[in-house]
């Protein structure tokens, strides 16, 4: 095992060498590139097999991924944002084949207006896609979840494409002391891929396709991956245990930080989760009884997890780092529904949007949340969604209109 | 003395340079490398735009991702920055919505001609009325010096760390089979020339494509041995001009001369007059 300082995007990319892909289809986009630059430049000097090649867009990439995958060999890509929304008509497609892959996804906030900088609406933009998720919070996190998501794809209960998430600038530009399992070791816990049936034999076709299939067959089909999904979870919780013994860290579906006791929980996924890790930290030692829960699974969905460990708590702060128009938080949304009709629910469930677009949650944010649910939950009643958003920065916001009305003037537009 | 040349120094520089009044301030500094093409293709374009006296309010200019998108956030002109490889389309939807606007693009090899390039060939095909300006940097810029579909077979970049072995698109002729009826490429140094052809271009009804090939230093050229200004100066030797060459036969060399000039120049009927004669048609049957 060696120790060496890497990006997220770094992280990525060793994860992807050290499981051995055959074939990576790649496009640049920041934050992401790194990831296929890392890919290329070993894969050209022969450092590792397999074959990289740059198409001519997302849609296509994921197109070649998916194709490749159903030939049975072993198939990473990497994408973000805009990227991942652009190939989003093959992501539904290629989950239905049921060929499962590696994508990497480095979370990045959607247009318009454009930033380069994280929220998580692309990667919840593929909640349905058919292909699993799991969210990571540190560099080291990238690289174990890539592997796991390996094995949790390539199990044969599940056979499904999974998206590895890391935030963009945060994790993927942002190096850490990362644990680089030895090859033997990876291979060890990670065998090549046992395609089975999913092989292209062009001389021995496997099935015949129908164009266009009836509700029935159709609803099969679907439901088939829908509960390939679900066994998932099950699948997921014995592979952590096998990840734990083969290489020393623990990576549940849920990560639950300072709980046990705690009245009082943050609910969080990705690498803003550390901010409120921080948060608890420094709450405790002020003497609030309060934890971190973290879902890193995210489809499937481990919602009975989430509900055991939310059982019992005062007040459940949850923070979605993501906004569905019209609705709120989408993470907040999934919790209420796990926690519907449950008894030992806590009696607030209170939901926070913030960092968008990479807007920073500072600590006093956190410490005024606790503040706000520990009094409701004093009160008795849920506060209203919250957008964390100060008036400095509505200032600023203001300031920028007035540019843009003093500019729009002077390109001679009427208001 | 020092005070008196500095305040000499001063006011040189508020009077500033003769386009300012033509960008928009609060987004300068631009984000471009020294050295880079980019900006004298813009400087090209206003100058075009103020020759051909073209009206302010009927101007606009779109641009997708990439070094060359930025130039659509720099003009002072009605303009738009749109995802990657949608210039076209988002073009197209202003033009047929709002035929009395001259509608330009302005973009990359990159958005143009790989994630955008579908839209490329059908606007050409339809001879819908565009003026395109291709900047062709050779390789994805914006993003660190990725390979692309204009890079050089053997061209080092960060994708093809050992040299590119995938064959690079004639852009011009790409176009022009398509149907352009304007066609042509000039490199991003020869300002009089592209300025003049950027005025042609906007005289023609249909759609134009004018390929400017520009110096990337910092991400391509260093790659290449070919830093600082030894790209520029590589295009420039081996540039050679020949107005009305046969497009098939300018793809760009390894070796030997880049053929620049203006290839392309007739009349197709666009897409617009078609639209406009089968309405005229249409009206003709029903009265
Ligand atoms: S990367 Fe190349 S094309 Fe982009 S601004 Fe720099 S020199 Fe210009």
């Excluded at chain 1, 496009?27 to 894969?43: D, G, K, M, R, V």
């Excluded at chain 1, 008894?343 to 209170?350: I, N």
């Excluded at chain 2, 928009?24 to 980019?38: T, V, Y």
């Excluded at chain 2, 900006?39 to 735009?49: P, R």
């Amino acid at each position: 095992m060696k120790r060496r300082l890497l990006t997220g995007n770094g992280a990525a990319a060793w994860a992807a060498r050290l499981a051995g892909v055959d074939y990576v289809p790649a496009f640049p986009i920041t934050p992401q590139t790194e990831i296929i630059e890392s890919l290329a430049n070993w894969i050209d000097r022969g450092e590792m097999p397999g074959r990289l090649v740059t198409l001519e867009s997302e849609h296509s990439m994921l197109t070649a991924a998916g194709a490749a995958a159903a030939t049975g060999v072993r198939v990473f890509s990497a994408t973000s944002s805009q990227g991942l929304l652009y190939a989003m008509e093959m992501l539904y497609t290629v989950s239905g084949w049921r060929a499962p892959f590696v994508l990497v996804n480095v979370s990045r906030g959607l247009s318009s207006p454009i930033t380069l900088e994280p929220d998580h609406n692309d990667i919840l933009a593929a909640r349905d896609s058919g292909f699993l998720q799991i969210h990571c919070a540190t560099c080291q996190e990238v690289l174990d979840s890539v592997l796991l998501a390996y094995r949790l794809g390539e199990d044969n209960r599940v056979r499904l494409p999974v998206l590895v998430n890391m935030d963009g600038f945060y994790l993927s530009f942002t190096r850490e002391p990362v644990e680089v399992p030895e090859a033997e070791a990876v291979a060890a816990f990670l065998p090549s891929f046992q395609a089975g049936e999913i092989r292209f034999r062009a001389s021995a076709p496997e099935s015949q396709a129908v164009a266009v299939l009836g509700g029935g067959p159709y609803s099969y089909f679907r439901y088939e991956t829908h509960l390939a999904a679900r066994i998932a979870i099950q699948v997921y919780d014995e592979l952590a245990d096998v990840f734990e013994q083969s290489f020393g860290r623990r990576h549940a579906a849920v990560e639950c930080y300072r709980c046990e006791d705690a009245d009082y929980l943050f609910v969080m996924i990705g690498s803003f989760a550390t901010k409120a890790r921080a948060a608890v930290d420094s709450l405790r030692e002020a003497g609030w009884s309060i934890g971190l829960l973290r879902p890193r699974l995210f489809r499937p969905f481990p919602e009975a997890q989430v509900r055991r460990l939310l059982a019992g708590r005062r007040a459940v702060a949850v923070i979605d780092q993501n906004l569905s128009f019209g609705a709120g938080g989408v993470l907040y949304a999934e919790l209420a529904a796990a926690l519907y009709g449950e008894k030992a629910a806590p009696p607030v469930l209170a939901s926070f949007v913030g960092g968008l677009g990479g807007r920073d949650i500072p600590p006093e944010e956190f410490y005024e949340i606790a503040r706000l649910i520990r009094d409701a939950a004093e009160r008795g009643e849920t506060p209203p969604p919250r957008l964390l958003y100060t008036e400095a920065e509505l200032r600023e916001t203001r300031k920028l209109q007035a540019i843009a009305k003093v500019e729009r003037a002077g390109l001679g537009a009427k208001s | 003395m020092t005070v008196l040349t500095s305040q000499a120094a001063m006011t040189a520089g508020d009077a500033g340079h003769p386009l300012d009044p033509e960008l928009r301030e609060g987004r300068i500094p631009h984000i471009w490398c020294p050295g880079c093409g980019i900006g004298s293709v813009m400087q090209a374009f206003l100058e075009a735009v103020d020759t051909f006296q073209l009206e302010r309010n009927r101007l606009a200019v779109v641009s997708g991702i990439g070094c060359t998108g930025r130039v659509a956030g720099y003009l002072k002109a009605d303009s738009f920055h749109t995802t990657h490889g949608r210039p076209i389309p988002f073009a197209t939807g202003l033009k047929l919505a709002r035929p009395e606007l001259h509608v330009n693009v302005l973009s990359g090899d990159g958005d143009l001609a790989a994630i955008g390039g579908n839209h490329l060939i059908h606007a050409a095909r339809r001879n819908i009325d565009l003026n395109v300006v291709c900047i062709n940097n050779f390789n994805y810029g914006m993003t660190g010096g990725q390979v692309g579909p204009t890079t050089p077979l053997g061209a080092k970049t960060t994708t093809s760390p050992f040299g590119c072995h995938e064959h690079p698109f004639n852009l011009v002729d790409l176009v022009a089979s398509c149907g352009a009826v304007y066609v042509a490429r000039w490199l991003s140094m020869d300002v009089r020339r592209l300025r003049r052809s950027i005025e042609e271009s906007f005289s023609k009804t249909g759609f134009t494509f004018i390929e400017v090939l520009a110096p990337c230093p910092v991400n391509f050229g260093r790659r290449n041995q070919l830093d600082e200004a030894a790209q520029g100066r590589m295009l420039v030797e081996r540039s050679e001009i020949r107005n009305g060459a046969d497009t098939r036969e300018v793809a760009i060399p390894d070796e030997g001369p880049i053929v620049c000039g203006k290839f392309v120049d007739h009349e197709r009927p666009s897409y617009l007059q078609l639209l406009e004669g089968l309405r005229a048609r249409l009206q003709e049957h029903s009265t």
